[in-house]
């Protein structure tokens, strides 16, 4: 019996021998993975900082360039707007910090100028129609994907700054403090396609909505969140709704 104990002692020695070799060597392993990963990203951030160094006047002066680095950028996982630096590699890479923040500056200007109107909903196409209107020529043409790019700047001021996916593609731009619900989005999706004008029978007819929840929407719309006007003349139905932030303004 103490013989048999003596062995089992050396077993267990030799197995707790073998699992602090395995620890070892486990260590050792992760630390050379991760001193490879940090060696590759180090590479791969000198690549594009020379990239965009060396094209940094058509990143900053052509949009569709802009948007491709952005797209380049997005699909590897790089946040453009993320980095050491107050506006991130924009900054930091481009000397375009100022350039966002201004651009962001603008977009708060068109949206607190038309939320009297338009309830602080405005349809994306619109906004950079007057954005670029309110820039002038001088200053470069702007795309949906610089407002996109400029409004991240802008989340840290709280006022609810948000771009809001309406569906087929259509994009908007909300500038309040509130949530759109499911209904209420199917509302501005069909507004869209309507040029502005939602009547019950529509979200009766092409969403399968009964008569009382297609009201209720658009009454929370017109009285609770100010999104809608109400035309009580309409003359097909007697009533109808308009989203000023789904119309066109000319102006």
């Known amino acids: 019996m103490h013989r048999l104990g003596g062995v089992g002692l050396a077993a267990f020695e030799r197995q707790q021998e073998s699992q602090r070799s ?35 006047e058509s990143i900053r002066s052509d949009p569709k360039f802009r948007h491709e680095f952005q797209r380049m950028c997005a699909s590897i996982g790089v946040d453009p707007l993320a980095g050491p630096r107050k506006g991130g590699w924009w ?15 603008q977009i708060v200007d068109v949206c607190v100028s038309t939320r009297e109107r338009n309830g602080g909903l405005i349809e994306m196409g619109e906004l950079v129609r007057m954005v670029t209107k309110l820039r002038g020529v001088e200053s470069g043409m702007i795309t949906e994907e610089d407002v996109v790019q400029s409004i991240k700047t802008l989340q840290p001021l709280g006022a609810g700054y ?24 199917v509302v ?3 507004a869209q396609a309507e040029g502005g004008r939602v009547v019950e029978e529509i979200l009766v007819s092409r969403r399968g909505w009964t008569y009382e929840r297609a009201r209720a929407a658009l009454e929370n719309m017109l009285l609770r969140d100010g999104l809608c006007w109400l035309d009580a003349q309409d003359e097909r139905h007697g009533t ?8 066109r303004w000319d102006e």
């Open 91 to 105: 900054a930091e890479l481009l000397g375009m910090g100022d350039w966002q923040y201004e651009l962001g500056v």
């Open 162 to 185: 948000q771009v809001i996916d309406v569906g087929g593609g259509r994009k908007m731009v909300r500038s309040v403090v509130k949530e759109l619900d499911e209904d209420q989005g």
């Open 22 to 56: 395995f620890a070892t060597l486990s260590s050792e392993l992760s630390k050379a993975q991760v001193d490879h990963l940090q060696s590759q990203l180090t590479q791969f951030r000198t690549a594009l900082t020379h990239f965009a160094k060396t094209h940094r």
């Open 240 to 247: 109808a709704y308009w989203i000023p932030s789904a119309m």
């Open 188 to 190: 501005l999706a069909e």
